[in-house]
């Protein structure tokens, strides 16, 4: 089992910058690849941003290339997401999730966290 919690989220004025954090425990986090994904009110669940246990690949949706970053510390059991440039679209809640493959689709990811609210303002 994994537990996973996100935070980091809030109220952000369009153009400006968030950083998520999600912390994991339980199974060895170093072992599982991370995603980000997002789900707006009446929406489904997107894909955001993925990252390979070894930090070597990541991979990004086309909506949010060139103004997000995904990364991850091992040592401290955590995963990133940098949020620069912020739109109102960006309005989503916030999850992170962790799968044995790297992965786009929420169906091959096991464990998520609760969620975190982005709310971009314009």
């Known amino acids: 089992q994994v537990q996973l919690v996100e935070s980091g989220g809030g109220l952000v004025q369009a153009g400006g910058s968030l950083r998520l954090s999600c912390a994991a425990s339980?199974?060895?986090?170093?072992?599982?690849?991370m995603g980000w994904f997002r789900q707006a009110p009446g929406k489904e669940r997107e894909f955001v941003a993925v990252?390979?246990?070894?930090?070597?690949?990541?991979y990004y949706a086309d909506s949010v290339k060139g103004r997000f970053s995904i990364s991850r510390d091992n040592a401290r059991n955590t995963v990133y997401l940098q949020m620069n440039s912020l739109k109102p679209e960006d309005t989503a809640v916030y999850y992170c999730?962790?799968?044995?493959?790297?992965?786009?689709?929420?169906?091959?990811?096991?464990?998520w966290g609760q969620g975190t609210q982005v709310t971009v303002s314009s």
């Open positions: 990252i390979s246990w070894d930090d070597a690949i990541t």
């Open positions: 999730a962790a799968s044995d493959l790297l992965a786009v689709t929420t169906i091959q990811y096991h464990y």
């Open positions: 339980g199974r060895i986090f170093s072992s599982y690849t």
